[in-house]
């Protein structure tokens, strides 16, 4: 599928060696600078269709601090539209405006604020103000939550065949990735069954109840390879939800986790994210590094850096 050309790639597998055990990691936060971690790879192909539909603004949703819109939003000026986000946390405009989110202001995104129980409703708010939108002749493309589509995880399909050609896939146990909305483990899990490569995806659980998200990425990976007519069948048994390392809730990370990005930071000059990686790292090491169980697991770092700006008093406290 034709695309948009937005990431760095290939983006380097890098061998770790932290607490005197050696892993690997895939380097996603170095797809860019303003255009950094997973969500390019994804907008690459759905900016793609927005502008072969002639589409004068982008909308999408998400948290104040989220990656997926202001990497929408960046890459959305570079490709000559307008964005509207609908965003989660408070219902009005924060004065504190940092992060992520002052980069969505800063490229000029203009922000709908919606409180938690009106986020739950957001598609439909997305829908109909694409309805007020268009009676003023301006086309809208909408992107749900994420940019968790069949047309989004297009990317991280094609991120398998770059792994193959940095590494003997047949050889890796696994590929560790936090799960959000889904899209990423979903392309991973899809792209490895297209390479017929019988490697576990484990997904990191930040936001979704356990049977929600591995739902979301089960059907999400099986419409992709319906809607692209690729003859295969997901096995559901190659996708392992690693639950309750975000139940102090998405938008918050407790102090065993920031003590563990610290110690993390300081020995490999990586710093990881407080509503991704950080939990993903922190589940990483529970279930491998620990237990010696790393099978040649890999770690996917998929980016998340201007959350922590958001986060500099827990992240300096630590």
């Given at each position: 599928m034709k695309k948009i050309l937005l990431?760095?790639?290939?983006?380097?597998?890098?061998?770790?060696?932290?607490?005197?055990?050696?892993?690997?990691?895939?380097r996603d936060d170095l797809t860019g600078v303003e255009l950094s971690g997973n969500k390019v790879r994804k907008l690459e192909y759905i900016l793609y269709q927005a502008k072969k539909e002639k589409s004068d603004y982008i909308f999408t949703c998400g948290g104040d601090q989220s990656n997926h819109a202001r990497a929408t939003v960046i890459a959305a000026s570079k490709?000559?539209?307008?964005?509207?986000?609908?965003?989660?946390?408070?219902?009005?405009?924060?004065?504190?405006?940092?992060?992520?989110?002052?980069?969505?202001?800063?490229?000029?995104?203009?922000?709908?604020?919606?409180?938690?129980?009106?986020?739950?409703?957001?598609?439909?708010?997305?829908?109909?103000?694409?309805k007020k939108f268009e009676r003023r002749?301006?086309?809208?493309?909408?992107?749900?939550?994420?940019?968790?589509?069949?047309?989004?995880?297009?990317?991280?399909?094609?991120?398998?065949?770059?792994?193959?050609?940095?590494?003997?896939?047949k050889r890796v146990g696994g590929i560790l990735t936090a799960a959000g909305t889904g899209g990423t483990s979903a392309g991973i899990l899809a792209g490895l069954a297209a390479a017929k490569i019988n490697a576990k995806v484990f997904a990191v659980n930040v936001l979704y109840p356990n049977e929600i998200i591995k739902e979301k990425i089960l059907l999400l990976a099986e419409a992709f390879c319906r809607e692209n007519k690729i003859g295969l069948n997901i096995n559901s048994d190659n996708l392992i939800i690693l639950d309750g390392?975000?139940?102090?809730?998405?938008?918050?990370?407790?102090?065993?986790?920031?003590?563990?990005?610290?110690?993390?930071?300081?020995?490999?000059?990586?710093?990881?994210?407080?509503?991704?990686?950080?939990?993903?790292?922190?589940?990483?090491?529970?279930?491998?590094?620990?237990?010696?169980?790393?099978?040649?697991?890999?770690?996917?770092?998929?980016?998340?850096?201007?959350?922590?700006?958001?986060?500099?008093?827990?992240?300096?406290?630590?």
């Open positions: 990431a760095n790639l290939p983006t380097p597998l890098q061998q770790i060696n932290f607490d005197n055990k050696k892993f690997l990691i895939k490709a000559g539209m307008k964005t509207k986000l609908f965003l989660w946390g408070w219902g009005t405009e924060k004065s504190n405006q940092d992060g992520n989110l002052f980069l969505c202001k800063y490229f000029g995104a203009e922000i709908h604020y919606l409180s938690y129980s009106e986020y739950q409703h957001v598609n439909q708010i997305m829908f109909d103000e694409k002749k301006l086309s809208v493309y909408v992107i749900p939550e994420g940019g968790s589509t069949v047309i989004g995880i297009n990317g991280y399909f094609e991120f398998v065949n770059e792994l193959k050609s940095q590494i003997n896939l390392y975000s139940m102090e809730g998405y938008k918050n990370i407790s102090n065993d986790k920031l003590k563990l990005i610290k110690k993390f930071a300081h020995h490999s000059g990586i710093l990881l994210d407080p509503a991704y990686t950080g939990k993903a790292f922190y589940a990483f090491r529970e279930n491998f590094l620990n237990n010696n169980k790393n099978h040649k697991v890999i770690f996917l770092h998929s980016g998340g850096i201007f959350g922590v700006f958001n986060k500099r008093r827990e992240y300096l406290s630590s």
